[in-house]
């Protein structure tokens, strides 16, 4: 209700005013793909036209080898509805059709993003070490005068350039201005941060867990090997003096475990540790 009447508005106090939608609420851009180089522009909008499409521009790319930019095969389409339909078809062959999101705009004076070099106001920094100076830069080192990253400024892999192109992208999907879609994106990123670092501190808790539970395995081995020397121990005493012997002792404290139910015992690695515990006195 609050809309229709604002666009039935003509006057807001002294001042005559005119109210419409904008464009991006009433048309859209999409994209489709391998179109053959013989279809022109005209040829495509008119077999597009029951789509709603009311031009069709054939993308370019810079091919190296002529050193130059030559026609592609993808086709931008624009329509004049605020949903662009999922495929179309030219003659007998049916095109899937993607959201096109522009590429990031970004200063060659300044290096920052969402303005071009005729309208900046900012001080000249160099692409690859975000310093101030005329010529060639001779630097090894790069820094971003973006994010401060170890790369040129016009890095595809930098996280503002990915910023940007995902608020691009997220402003085209749902009809917003690149301003609130940055902000979603900010948010978005914080939650996946979130999510990320939970994740790894549900990690670290587990692995604590775990060794927790391995060394309450050790722990309790230990005391049954206490409780079976301590058994032991009691009986060798009262035995008789040419009885106690090494070998005798290993096989005893064996039978003895075997007999509590508690663990088999290694009787030469018992033989072993005696040697080696020959200096401990009693």
């Not at 920052?112 to 310093?131: M, Q, Y």
């Not at 100076?133 to 820094?143: L, P, S």
């Not at 978005?188 to 539970?213: C, G, P, R, W, Y």
Request: glycine fraction near 4%; charged fraction near 25%.
């Amino acid at each position: 209700m609050q809309l229709k009447q604002l666009m039935k508005a003509t006057q807001l106090g002294k001042w005559q005013v005119k109210c419409s939608k904008p464009q991006s609420l009433l048309s859209s851009q999409g994209c489709i793909y391998n179109v053959p180089q013989e279809y022109s522009e005209e040829d495509i909008k008119y077999a597009l036209n029951e789509y709603g499409v009311t031009k069709a521009t054939r993308l370019t790319y810079y091919d190296k080898q002529q050193a130059k930019r030559v026609p592609s095969r993808t086709i931008k389409l624009f329509f004049s509805i605020p949903q662009m339909p999922t495929s179309v078809c030219i003659g007998f062959l049916k095109y899937r059709v993607k959201l096109f999101v522009p590429k990031p705009l970004q200063c060659y004076n300044c290096q920052h993003f969402g303005h071009v070099a005729t309208n900046c106001k900012r001080d000249k920094a160099c692409v690859k070490c975000s310093l101030r100076h005329e010529g060639q830069c001779n630097t090894d080192t790069a820094v971003c005068v973006n994010c401060k990253g170890p790369h040129q400024a016009n890095s595809k892999d930098c996280p503002k350039r990915v910023e940007k192109q995902k608020a691009l992208k997220k402003s085209k999907e749902l009809k917003i201005s690149v301003c609130e879609a940055t902000k979603i994106v900010k948010g978005e990123d914080t939650k996946a941060f979130v999510a990320e670092k939970e994740l790894n501190m549900q990690h670290i808790s587990k692995t604590k867990t775990h060794k927790k539970s391995i060394l309450g395995e050790v722990n309790t081995t230990v005391s049954q090997m206490v409780s079976i020397m301590t058994i032991a121990i009691t009986h060798i005493i009262n035995a008789p003096k040419e009885r106690i012997t090494v070998e005798n002792v290993a096989k005893y404290i064996s039978e003895v475990a075997k007999t509590l139910n508690l663990c088999n015992v290694d009787t030469d690695q018992m033989n072993h540790y005696i040697e080696k515990s020959q200096s401990i006195s009693l």
